[in-house]
């Protein structure tokens, strides 16, 4: 297995908390970034958040910074995206991608992506 694989998604009610997670191989995440996009329809896909394995520093997007975090269990090979005081316009496909680029956030530069898992938000 290359690509990472999230799961996790599904229907939570606005202002409700969701947790997916993003499971990669050891030698993905402690050699690349991983980021979270989102793809809503209809709109081009956005960069959500950034966490590296090796420092465990992070980097958000305006619209989610305070409300979404990003975490990692290290024993689990695992990122978390913690996704609080969720609103109807996060409704999205969210993937993890990694990427050699450990402070980009353009999805062209992200070489591996997950097959996505759906969030809805209910209002």
């Known amino acids: 297995q290359v690509q990472p694989a999230e799961s996790g998604g599904g229907l939570v009610q606005a202002w409700g908390p969701l947790r997916p997670p993003c499971a990669a191989p050891?030698?993905?995440?402690?050699?690349?970034?991983l980021g979270w996009f989102r793809q809503a329809p209809g709109k081009e896909r956005e960069f959500v958040a950034r966490?590296?394995?090796?420092?465990?520093?992070?980097y958000y997007a305006d619209s989610v910074k305070g409300r979404f975090i990003s975490t990692r269990d290290n024993a689990k090979n695992t990122v978390y995206l913690e996704m609080n005081s969720l609103k109807p316009e996060d409704t999205a496909v969210y993937y993890c991608?990694?990427?050699?680029?450990?402070?980009?956030?353009?999805?062209?530069?992200?070489?591996?992506w997950g097959q996505g898992t759906q969030v809805t938000v209910s209002s």
């Open positions: 050891g030698h993905i995440l402690s050699t690349y970034a």
């Open positions: 991608a990694a990427s050699v680029y450990s402070s980009t956030l353009f999805p062209n530069d992200y070489n591996y």
């Open positions: 966490i590296n394995w090796s420092d465990g520093s992070t």
